[in-house]
T-cell receptor, first 112, second 111 residues
Framework: EPEVTQTPSHQVTQMGQEVILRCVPISNHLYFYWYRQILGQKVEFLVSFYNNEISEKSEIFDDQFSVERPDGSNFTLKIRSTKLEDSAMYFC??????????FGSGTRLTVV | RKEVEQDPGPFNVPEGATVAFNCTYSNSASQSFFWYRQDCRKEPKLLMSVYSSGNEDGRFTAQLNRASQYISLLIRDSKLSDSATYLCVVTNAGNNRKLIWGLGTSLAVNP
């Protein structure tokens, strides 16, 4: 079964540092997403990406965040200057156009 | 009011029990409805979509009441492997790609 792959599985970073979370969506999917889940809280939408541009972003997705699809296979989330409150599980997801999402196994980001 | 609200839980039930999860959503124009399952520190996985006519998949039955803005999930003959958090998820009209999540209800099935 096709998978969405995320790396790394766990990233520890110092406050103020930049991090890049990587995702390889399913190859024939067209829509890509990032969600995050702070420990003990609900899953929250960050951003959706279609046709090489952001189609929607939440208020969480401020200027510190950016996404990129640099080479047609990877889909990255960059946080420029991490804060303690950015500590969370970050899930990448992709879909082919219908309502079926496939989620990656997540990157646990710990900001210290 | 929260966009998606669920039973606070946690639920602790013996094997073989029937357990019901409830969910309400605030936007009457919500378009699509789902139940996801999430194991501890893992990604959410789609359990089933929910239709107005109700749908069943083995031991799992989902119901939608649009008038009451209410979604339910029933698990019959619960197994130890059903232990997880069950997440109610909706999408809103005109934006069928952004998933809006409830906090989830934790279920522990005990031997």
């Amino acid at each position: 079964e096709p998978e969405v792959t995320q790396t790394p599985s766990h990233q520890v970073t110092q406050m103020g540092q930049e991090v890049i979370l990587r995702c390889v969506p399913i190859s024939n999917h067209l829509y890509f997403y990032w969600y995050r889940q702070i420990l003990g809280q609900k899953v929250e939408f960050l951003v959706s990406f279609y046709n090489n541009e952001i189609s929607e972003k939440s208020e969480i997705f401020d200027d510190q965040f950016s996404v990129e699809r640099p080479d047609g296979s990877n889909f990255t989330l960059k946080i420029r200057s991490t804060k303690l409150e950015d500590s969370a599980m970050y899930f990448c997801a992709s879909s082919g156009g219908g309502l079926g999402y496939t989620f990656g196994s997540g990157t646990r980001l710990t900001v210290v | 009011r929260k966009e998606v609200e669920q039973d606070p839980g946690p639920f602790n039930v013996p094997e073989g029990a029937t357990v019901a999860f409830n969910c309400t959503y605030s936007n009457s124009a919500s378009q699509s409805f789902f139940w996801y399952r999430q194991d501890c520190r893992k990604e959410p996985k789609l359990l089933m979509s929910v239709y107005s006519s109700g749908n069943e998949d083995g031991r799992f039955t989902a119901q939608l009441n649009r008038a009451s803005q209410y979604i339910s999930l029933l698990i019959r003959d619960s197994k130890l492997s059903d232990s997880a958090t069950y997440l109610c998820v909706v999408t809103n009209a005109g934006n069928n790609r952004k998933l809006i999540w409830g906090l989830g209800t934790s279920l522990a099935v005990n031997p």
